[in-house]
């Protein structure tokens, strides 16, 4: 049986650390007159009966002709009973959001952090979703590099609990103790032809071997350079060992093909036709030292595109591939083996 | 002269998504601009033509009152799809659901522009409220087929 987050964690110790990781780290629109690349965003993979489920709440800054633009981004994407997605953009008059604090309000729909609990609600033409995710491990930082003088800092909550509903249409699906992924990503960078990253997790889905794994490698768009990658590892709540850029090695082979995928926003499908996604049809990564070691092996099943402006060339695009597939995770930490196969998400991001 | 431009509902439609344009990402209209050049275009859809051209840095949109170097004929059901992203624009040309006459370098040129337009339409806040009103307007009517992506 699974000890509930109020028996294996300091509930009160953690609803504080959530509550310093996850505030909003900027006030938002503050630097409309000057021109920004300031971006930061609170990401949910939640795994379904019958499927996944990404929800992505961003608060982006744009520079334009007519100068700088706030504007809250809400993309929801789910693969029950098959991949369908909307990406909902809000004006900063329609946005609510305040630094220090994990209460934002972009139009309708609303994401908060109240007593170390996310709670979750969208209500979308066609699409209602209410989340209660309480998390089931620490929260963890990292610096990742981006080349250059950038960077993203990144707040990993690897494994939580969600309970609630989804409605998409006449169907409804109930969401029960389902096993739910939580980072909270901020930072000044820009989407160009110069940045590409792949990131995932795998949540071991026998709760008697409570290990997670996250892993992400930034690097330039032809993957000649690699900027930073990392493999975190957690042992039930806590955050046992983190495998860094020279420990890794990755291995892509082969090119994942679908014969559609779903592209949002719909114009997005117009610019890139088809579904070439550059995905690799298998993924591995070795990692190893100081007497640990951990493979991941990943095989994709199917992917969505999100289509984003390039922030360096008006004619440019970065593309994020959200894929679903299998990850079989083995390996040893600190002397004690794990070995798990997972249903999960991956990301890989290039330009286009 | 140009008569006074009397836009149709797709024509209204055409109209404001270059005011988007013009309004939220003016690079591409202007890229849209220099792509048509002094090209007339028309849009066919169910019997409404609507001619589009740039006789200055502003578009002009209205009824189709010359010969285009372009013309464009489809029906709502295959615009709808394109926008929604669940049709091609290559395999509705491949099906002849959407048609396109005019000399090769016009057509290329067209090409162009409506790249330079899907580039600015995915910059621009408003446009997927557009597009969504205007498959209202259409999904209201008995004649259309329009689902959402929902």
Known sequence: MRASPADSLANEGLGLALGRSDALKREFGRSSDVPSDYKEWFHFCVEVPGGHLIVNFSLVDRWGAKGGRSEGVLTILSTWPHWRGVVRRFPSDAVRAREGELDLQLGPHSLRLTGGVFEVSVDDERLGLSLRLTPRTWPTQSRLR?????????????????????????????????????????????????????????????????????????????????????????????HVRTFHDREIRIARSGFHRQREALTLPPVGAFLMPGAASGVPARFELEAGGLGDDLTIAFSPESHARIVLPSDDNALQLTVVNEVVGRAQVRGHVGGRAFDFSSATIMEFVRAA | MLPDAQPSAFGGFVNESLGLLAQESPFHLQALAAALGHRRITIAIKGEPVQCLFPGPQPWVGSASEASEVTVETTIETLAGILDGDDLLARALIDDRLIIRGSCDDVLAVDDALRAWGHGALRSPSFSLLCERFKSHYAGAKHARVEFKW
């Not at chain 1, 609630?164 to 980072?183: K, N, Q, V, W």
């Not at chain 1, 940045?195 to 290990?211: M, R, S, T, V, Y």
Request: charge should be negative; aromatic fraction near 12%.
């Open chain 1, 146 to 238: 981006l080349g250059g003088a950038s960077s993203l800092e990144w707040v990993i909550v690897p494994q939580l609990e969600a309970s609630g509903e989804l409605t998409l249409g006449a169907r409804s699906l109930r969401i029960a103790t389902a096993r739910a992924y939580h980072d909270h990503n901020w930072g000044r960078f820009r989407w160009s032809a110069d940045l590409a990253w792949e990131w995932g997790f795998a949540i071991a889905e026998n709760d008697a071997e409570p290990w997670t794994v996250v892993f992400s490698r930034l690097m330039d768009q032809g993957g000649r350079r690699t900027f930073s990658q990392g493999v975190l590892v957690w042992q039930g709540p806590s």
